[in-house]
């Protein structure tokens, strides 16, 4: 049998590039290469698209020096990259992308409308459950429909803040009390979110959030235990939720650092949760995913109180694939080890893309 080619896109131009590539190793590493030939492309945190030679050379960073460009084409006939190098150009057919890309510009909707326009078949979500998912107050609004809960939250403009800052802090405080978590609406792994116990100290988490995006969030403090659930599936298949995981992090809160840095930061699969928290988190977390039309996986994120209350975080359409990450931890503990679930992921990518060209009349 022909072995398919997989393009694995890694890097980009987000702040989580750095937890990108830790992810892309993993991927890489546990894809089976007797079924597919693989075509590695990072893309550098100014944007330049590059070909990487190894696992290896992702882990070592060397593939920032490669001096082959590759480019995937918008071009629906192609169905190609472009290798560019001294030696001229070379186009390479690509059959799946899974993209492995966190944040902004990968994970938010643009790098999936160039597959759509490509006719790419790739692993994930859509674009629309991909923008949705990475806003968080988009996201917010959907869930809002649901009857779920979630933290209350204020909506800040960033520009707003440099022009009234008075305004806004009164708006803040009149709607939530002290501590208040402040975070950018589009960012992931918790880059740009900090807690603030006064004004003072609020004044400084808009500006950091602001550095990250133009809309941001101030939401009320849950205390609670930090839960995880991921979730696979979509189209003709039944979307599954994983057993739940419990964060433990070595940090007054699971920021990045604590999530990727902090070796005593730990997880806990299945922990003992009060009452039917844990039913409630795998329930929910179906319904979300389904309500923003999502594909594939994700990874659905809680706050469980110690009355058993079940409180909506965010949802992250492209979870991260470290060696200590929770979503393949969690499926491992339902017996999917991660090559079972990276050839689960890649095989939904090829079965969407069989029920669009139907829905399209094609064959």
């Known amino acids: 049998m022909k072995k398919k080619k997989i393009a694995v896109l890694f890097g980009g131009q987000s ?3 750095i937890v990108s590539c830790m992810s892309a190793v993993n991927v890489i590493e546990n894809i089976d ?3 597919y030939e693989l075509l590695l492309i990072g893309i550098t945190e100014e944007g330049r698209w590059l070909k990487a030679e190894s696992a290896e050379d992702i882990r070592s960073g060397a593939w920032r020096e490669s ?4 480019v995937i084409l918008p071009d629906a006939t192609k169905k190609s990259a472009v290798l560019i190098d ?3 150009i070379q186009p390479e057919k ?3 992308v899974f993209p492995v890309l966190h944040g902004l510009y990968g994970e938010d909707g643009t790098v999936q409308g160039l597959l759509e326009l490509a006719g790419i078949p790739y692993v994930g979500c859509g674009v629309l459950s991909s923008a949705v998912a990475m806003d968080k107050l988009y996201t917010k609004i959907i869930v809002n429909t649901l009857g779920i809960r979630q933290a209350d939250y204020v909506p800040v403009i960033g520009w707003r803040q440099e022009t009234d800052k008075e305004a806004v802090l009164r708006r803040i405080e009149k709607r939530l009390g002290y501590p208040i978590f402040v975070k950018p609406s589009n960012a992931g792994s918790s880059r740009g979110v900090s807690k603030a116990g006064n004004r003072e100290e609020l004044v400084k988490a ?3 959030a602001a550095r990250h995006d133009y809309k941001i969030l101030a939401e009320e403090t849950i205390v609670g235990h930090e839960i995880e659930c991921a979730v696979l599936g979509g189209g003709k298949e039944p979307v599954r939720a994983s057993g739940v995981g419990e964060i433990l992090a070595a940090a007054e809160f699971y920021d990045y650092e604590a999530k990727y840095f902090n070796e005593q930061s730990r997880t806990v699969i299945n922990p003992v949760l009060p009452g039917n928290a844990a039913e409630q988190v795998r329930e929910a977390a179906g319904k979300i995913f389904k309500a923003i039309d999502g594909f594939g996986l994700a990874r659905v994120d809680f706050f469980v109180t110690d009355d058993g209350g079940v409180v909506f975080n965010e949802i992250n359409t492209m979870p ?3 060696a200590i990450s929770m979503y393949p931890m969690l499926w491992e503990a339902e017996g999917l080890s991660k090559r079972q679930l990276i050839e689960r992921l890649i ?3 090829f079965e969407r893309d069989v029920q669009l060209l139907a829905g399209k009349g094609e064959e």
């Open 15 to 17: 702040s989580e590039h």
């Open 33 to 35: 290469i007797s079924r």
């Open 67 to 70: 001096r082959t460009e590759a």
């Open 86 to 88: 001294e030696s001229g």
């Open 94 to 96: 690509i059959d799946v």
């Open 206 to 208: 808009l500006d950091e």
């Open 320 to 322: 991260g694939f470290t």
């Open 347 to 349: 095989s939904l990518a």
